[in-house]
């Protein structure tokens, strides 16, 4: 494509330019005010945690000390007990007991009633409200839970129905002077003291404090709920499984969600009380703590509005005034270009236009002047069509504006350009072009036209896709060849070295194709192997490369599978059993139904230190050995394989040697029968390795059965037994 190219007035900026500058600065001042209002915004926040953080963790501190003095009565209850156990609970100790719980009430009001209960649950005596303790059947199952086992001194809270509030039950074991388990000194919390405490505090707009137990159980909240009377609320279960795993850890946070209770979104401060199954949650409203961050958001963006207002006015100005200049310079340049048409004519005629390329000349704003009859059979254009047009008519809009820019800073230095361009015909269809670009100059320098020629490419392109995909693609399967997947397995290695992302590579060797291929002929095979590659693709993720490596040998190459090797291997032999899965389902070839399966090996790529030779015969190795175990399953790669495959391959190579080289050796043992009478020898073959010395036969035996070296060294064998026997003594001829 030839853009039109008009000259601007020296000095000044070009629209396209000033409009540019405009657009970086008025860009600029937004980013920059983004950025500071990003800034200030998680200033707020992390302000405001900080602050809910610091009242939940004061609140926590409060209600800890709160608590305290109930295991403090408790504490004093039992010791009272202890001293007066060996009289029996007297008078004495009934006034005791009267004057302690008259002062506990007095400066613990939450104090509900007091207990003493054997170490039988039997309730000895009780102070308080009646029906205490283990009236309630939240209390009888706590204090038997206690009695079993006495780990957990406090119970959760509960929902009395009698009195209609929130109850807990604090338990302490009473001992004597020997260490006798004497029975449980029991407390009864009443919880609507923390709604009284609250009730007391001066909050903050937008904040609201709440008391929950372990159980994401509402005990008391500060202030009342704008949809729920707080009747109803107290004791209702808060929907928050972040609240809830926060509260699992072992230390106070903070943290912002939407607020189950009020529905907005809120920045939670969360403090636990220590020793008790209850936490404080000091919550700020986000609207309320960015109240000022939105009033700066409105200021700030109201006055760059009005910025880029006052430069817009600025840039139309300009742009108005080198217009004015432009039309000027332009008048001048047509009377110019009036004197020399004559002498471009002349020059133009002297070119050969009429050629087997395509032509097209245009002047110098890129308006179209003269195309050839190539040029129309090629584009699909005719010449009354694009005369007058500028050639961007032709664009296809696969290049962008960086590859235009490059191709005139070549004709305005070099005075060409050529290479591959796709353009548009007429019909709409794209296609490939080289095109040839030169600029004719006049006597003082300036371009008066370009000339362009273009080549249709379509066919040569088809040819070399065709070729590309003979040379990357198996032609039967249509997957990716073991070419393709090689370079493949390589990138892959390399990125797996630099991005610590873990990688698999899957053998798959397809269990009883041979016979079926070898029976039912070479087409039904071809339709098999179609349909097992169909199936393991089917099975494969998007990301994964399917590859057939030749016969009934596919490949898959696993990318991605996550920064561990466990966690990879874990999502490798889940594909690969789904895989297997797969493989196993009956499989129809005309009216036949056939059973196929596979064999996976399975390697993974590591580090990326491995090689791609080495990363596939790892591969191959687990596939060999998940055929050993049967068929239809799988096996990793394991090094010891590796190392066991090493020497069976040495043993291999220099067994083919040791008859050659004499290095077998038979050894006899005799056989006798019950009387100890020889009746024959035992023939025992040994291999004496010059570098391993004495190889046990088990050793070298399977390799000789697997490689069918185990003919020829039976043959030798036989024969040197053969001539061990006739050498003996008992077989030679006596002399004459």
């Given at each position: 494509m030839i853009p039109a190219r008009e000259k601007r007035p020296q000095g000044r900026w070009s629209a396209l330019q000033a409009a540019m500058i405009y657009t970086v600065a008025v860009v600029l001042v937004l980013l920059a005010i983004v950025w500071a209002l990003k800034e200030r915004h998680d200033r707020e926040l992390d302000a405001a945690q900080g602050r809910v953080l610091a009242q939940a963790e004061l609140m926590a501190e409060w209600a800890s000390g709160t608590f305290n003095s109930t295991d403090n009565t408790l504490s004093g209850l039992a010791n009272l007990?202890?001293?007066?156990?060996?009289?029996?609970?007297?008078?004495?100790?009934?006034?005791?007991?009267?004057?302690?719980?008259?002062?506990?009430?007095?400066?613990?009001?939450?104090?509900?009633?007091?207990?003493?209960?054997?170490?039988?649950?039997?309730?000895?005596?009780?102070?308080?409200?009646?029906?205490?303790?283990?009236?309630?059947?939240?209390?009888?199952?706590?204090?038997?839970?206690?009695?079993?086992?006495h780990e957990q001194s406090h119970s959760d809270s509960y929902w009395n129905p009698e009195s209609g509030d929130h109850r807990m039950l604090y338990l302490r074991r009473m001992f004597d002077a020997d260490g006798f388990f004497l029975g449980v000194a029991a407390a009864r919390l009443d919880l609507y003291f923390i709604t009284h405490a609250l009730q007391r505090l001066t909050l903050d707009p937008g904040e609201s404090i709440a008391v929950i137990d372990g159980n994401l159980r509402?005990?008391?909240?500060?202030?009342?709920?704008?949809?729920?009377?707080?009747?109803?609320?107290?004791?209702?279960?808060?929907?928050?499984?972040?609240?809830?795993?926060?509260?699992a850890g072992e230390r106070s946070g903070a943290i912002t969600l939407r607020s189950p209770l009020a529905g907005d979104s809120r920045i939670f401060g969360i403090g636990r009380v220590e020793g008790m199954p209850i936490v404080v949650v000091v919550g700020y409203s986000v609207r309320s703590v960015l109240a000022s961050w939105h009033q700066q958001v409105v200021i700030l963006t109201l006055g760059w509005l009005l910025t880029a207002a006052l430069g817009l006015l600025i840039l139309l100005h300009y742009l108005r005034l080198s217009r004015t200049e432009a039309e000027l310079q332009c008048s001048e340049q047509a009377l110019r270009e009036i004197n020399h048409s004559l002498q471009a004519e002349l020059r133009i005629a002297a070119m050969a236009f009429e050629t087997h390329l395509g032509m097209f000349i245009t002047d110098a704003k890129g308006i179209i002047r003269k195309v050839n009859a190539t040029f129309e059979h090629i584009t699909g254009y005719s010449a009354e069509e694009v005369l007058g047009?500028?050639?961007?008519?032709?664009?296809?809009?696969?290049?962008?504006?960086?590859?235009?820019?490059?191709?005139?800073?070549?004709?305005?230095?070099?005075?060409?350009?050529?290479?591959?361009?796709?353009?548009?015909?007429?019909?709409?269809?794209?296609?490939?072009?080289?095109?040839?670009?030169s600029a004719v100059k006049d006597a003082q320098g300036e371009v008066t036209h370009y000339v362009a020629t273009i080549s249709d490419l379509t066919h040569r392109k088809a040819a070399e896709q065709e070729a590309h995909r003979l040379a990357f693609f198996d032609p039967?399967?249509?997957?990716?060849?073991?070419?393709?997947?090689?370079?493949?397995?390589?990138?892959?290695?390399?990125?797996?070295?630099?991005?610590?992302?873990?990688?698999?590579?899957?053998?798959?060797?397809?269990?009883?194709?041979?016979?079926?291929?070898?029976?039912?002929?070479?087409?039904?095979?071809?339709?098999?192997?179609?349909?097992?590659?169909?199936?393991?693709?089917?099975?494969?993720?998007?990301?994964?490369?399917?590859?057939?490596?030749?016969?009934?040998?596919?490949?898959?190459?696993?990318?991605?599978?996550?920064?561990?090797?466990?966690?990879?291997?874990?999502t490798a032999e889940r594909l690969a059993t789904r895989l297997l899965?797969?493989?196993?389902?009956?499989?129809?070839?005309?009216?036949?139904?056939?059973?196929?399966?596979?064999?996976?090996?399975?390697?993974?790529?590591?580090?990326?230190?491995?090689?791609?030779?080495?990363?596939?015969?790892?591969?191959?190795?687990?596939?060999?050995?998940?055929?050993?175990?049967?068929?239809?399953?799988?096996?990793?790669?394991?090094?010891?394989?590796?190392?066991?495959?090493?020497?069976?391959?040495?043993?291999?190579?220099d067994l083919r040697q040791a008859i050659r080289r004499g290095e077998l050796r038979l050894f006899y043992q005799l056989q006798v029968n019950g009387h100890s009478q020889v009746t024959g020898v035992e023939a025992l073959l040994r291999?004496?390795?010059?570098?391993?010395?004495?190889?046990?036969?088990?050793?070298?035996?399977?390799?000789?059965?697997?490689?069918?070296?185990?003919?020829?060294?039976?043959?030798?064998?036989?024969?040197?037994?053969?001539?061990?026997?006739?050498?003996?003594?008992?077989?030679r001829k006596p002399r004459a």
């Open positions: 007990f202890a001293l007066s156990i060996d009289g029996g609970i007297d008078q004495r100790f009934a006034r005791a007991f009267e004057s302690l719980v008259s002062q506990r009430q007095q400066s613990l009001p939450f104090l509900d009633a007091l207990g003493i209960i054997s170490h039988t649950g039997e309730t000895l005596y009780t102070m308080g409200n009646p029906g205490f303790p283990g009236h309630d059947l939240e209390e009888r199952a706590f204090i038997r839970r206690f009695l079993q086992d509402l005990i008391a909240r500060r202030p009342d709920l704008e949809n729920l009377p707080m009747t109803q609320a107290l004791g209702m279960q808060i929907d928050a499984p972040a609240v809830a795993e926060l509260i047009e500028n050639p961007r008519l032709l664009n296809s809009g696969r290049h962008n504006a960086d590859f235009y820019r490059e191709m005139w800073s070549s004709i305005h230095a070099e005075g060409s350009w050529q290479g591959e361009v796709w353009n548009r015909r007429k019909n709409g269809d794209t296609y490939p072009q080289w095109v040839t670009i039967l399967t249509g997957l990716p060849n073991r070419r393709m997947m090689l370079d493949r397995l390589e990138q892959a290695l390399g990125a797996s070295h630099h991005s610590e992302q873990q990688g698999a590579l899957l053998f798959i060797d397809l269990d009883g194709f041979k016979h079926i291929n070898d029976s039912l002929g070479h087409q039904l095979g071809d339709e098999l192997l179609q349909l097992m590659a169909r199936r393991i693709q089917a099975v494969s993720r998007d990301a994964d490369l399917v590859a057939r490596l030749g016969g009934d040998e596919f490949v898959i190459l696993a990318e991605g599978l996550g920064e561990t090797i466990d966690g990879a291997s874990q899965g797969k493989l196993t389902q009956p499989c129809w070839l005309g009216d036949h139904r056939h059973l196929l399966s596979g064999s996976i090996g399975i390697t993974l790529l590591g580090d990326g230190t491995c090689r791609v030779d080495e990363c596939l015969q790892q591969a191959e190795m687990a596939m060999y050995q998940a055929k050993q175990a049967g068929r239809n399953t799988l096996r990793f790669f394991d090094p010891v394989m590796q190392a066991v495959a090493v020497r069976r391959a040495m043993i291999e190579s291999w004496e390795h010059p570098v391993h010395g004495m190889i046990p036969p088990g050793d070298f035996i399977p390799v000789a059965e697997e490689s069918y070296l185990i003919v020829s060294i039976g043959g030798w064998v036989l024969e040197t037994a053969c001539d061990n026997w006739q050498g003996g003594p008992a077989r």
